[in-house]
């Protein structure tokens, strides 16, 4: 790897991006001593946050919404070519959505209109969860019955060029895929023979693996997956304040990633190409003290406390392989090493056609954003979030 270079980030602000920095990796075979590829990524992207200044102008972009522009929609997930995946109501009062994938200007509906009986259905929902940088997306798609009482059973797909590939199953009906990277791996959540209960999944190569769950709980989801194919998410035992425990799915192996001090449970929500992981710890509220529910940022086996965006109950969402972190708390925020926790919404131009940030859910290496905000107008719509080329 002595010929190896770093991407300048002026280019990840335009189109190139750092899921080309991975694929530069595992071109040279990196993959295979994952020490020096990861350490040679940690330093190419330390130099360059050094060189960054502050992103102070933003651009947002309103994405509008399937079949109607009152409807409303959310994106979910963006790539480092600023394609987002989300979700869009289909119905004048809610009830139904179908995934969206927004690219080059445009929606694109991913809904019931394949032909194949587990999708093409009339009662049936779709979210799109996750998408790569190949433009795949994963979900999930619930099968109401004529009803319109959900679900018969709900299926987890990964989603490329307008056809649809059903994942299986770890034995029950119940499945949702979350999260895919650029080797099509994808994580989620499946119910077991006789929906006893659910199991974090990791699939690749054409078939699902039970990830199991941590010890003294029953169910484990999968959140997030990064390129060396390592998991995050969370156990439980069902009861939502009874016990969660964030876990990090690594060469074969669950870990338990703890709490924060003075805090009972915690989520993992996504983790970057660096192992880099983010989440929420959190209690019981406590209205005597205050306490809710801390960010965590998780690096180098240790769990770093970020803190309550407004001093509410706050979890991280999304990381991208700067270490930059978007959440939810009080409204939405951005962190970043150099700042600390920003309110979005002080980051949206005068001009914006949006009131204010709602809920902010994926950040790209190019410093996208996206999530959904309020439009006097037409209500919830999702958005892109982008910082101008100096």
């Known amino acids: 790897m002595t010929d190896f ?64 522009a009152g ?24 009830i139904f959505q179908h995934g969206f994938l927004y690219s080059d ?8 209109s394949t032909g194949d009986d587990n999708f093409d259905h009339p009662y049936t929902t779709i979210f799109a969860n996750g998408i790569n940088d190949l433009g795949q997306v994963v979900g999930a798609s619930f099968l109401y019955d004529p009803n319109g009482t959900c679900c018969n059973r709900t299926i987890a797909f990964l989603y490329r060029n307008g056809k649809f590939t059903d994942l299986g199953s770890l034995g029950g009906t119940f499945g949702s895929a979350m999260a895919v990277n650029d ?34 709980f029953a169910n484990s989801i999968g959140m997030g997956i990064n390129i060396l194919g390592q998991v995050v998410g969370y156990a439980y035992t069902g009861d939502p304040f009874d016990g969660m425990r ?10 338990d990633l703890g709490v924060l001090p003075g805090f009972t449970n915690s989520k993992a929500y996504a983790i970057n190409n660096l ?22 940022l998780y690096s180098s086996g240790k769990m770093r406390d970020l803190g309550a965006f407004m ?12 270490g930059e972190i978007v959440g939810v708390g009080a409204g939405s925020f951005l962190y970043t090493p150099r700042t600390g926790m920003i309110d979005l919404n002080s980051l949206l131009p005068t001009d914006s056609v949006f009131a204010y940030i709602n809920s902010a859910y994926a950040i790209n290496d190019a410093g996208q954003i996206t999530g959904n905000a309020w439009t006097p107008q037409f209500g919830l719509h999702a958005f892109i979030l982008s910082p101008k080329k100096h």
């Open 5 to 68: 270079e770093c991407p300048q980030r002026t280019q990840a602000l335009g189109i190139a991006n750092f899921g080309a920095l991975d694929k530069k990796l595992m071109s040279r075979g990196s993959l295979k001593t994952t020490p020096a590829a990861l350490g040679m990524l940690a330093i190419c992207l330390l130099l360059l946050a050094s060189t960054i200044s502050a992103q102070t102008r933003y651009a947002v972009k309103d994405l509008g919404a399937l079949r109607a």
């Open 71 to 94: 409807h409303s929609s959310t994106g979910l997930a963006i790539n480092n070519f600023g394609q987002v995946a989300g979700i869009s109501t289909v119905d004048d009062i809610g």
């Open 105 to 112: 200007g445009k929606m694109t509906e991913i809904g019931p």
């Open 183 to 216: 080797l099509g791996q994808v994580t989620g959540q499946y119910s077991i023979a006789g929906d006893s209960a659910s199991h974090a999944f990791l699939y690749s190569g054409g078939k699902m693996r039970d990830l199991g769950t941590l010890p003294g």
């Open 246 to 255: 964030a876990f990090l799915y690594s060469n074969g192996k669950m870990k």
């Open 275 to 296: 192992g880099q992981i983010t989440g929420g710890s959190f209690s019981n509220f406590d209205p005597d003290t205050g306490q809710s529910g801390h960010v965590f």
């Open 311 to 322: 001093d509410a109950e706050s979890f991280g969402t999304s990381i991208n392989d700067l």
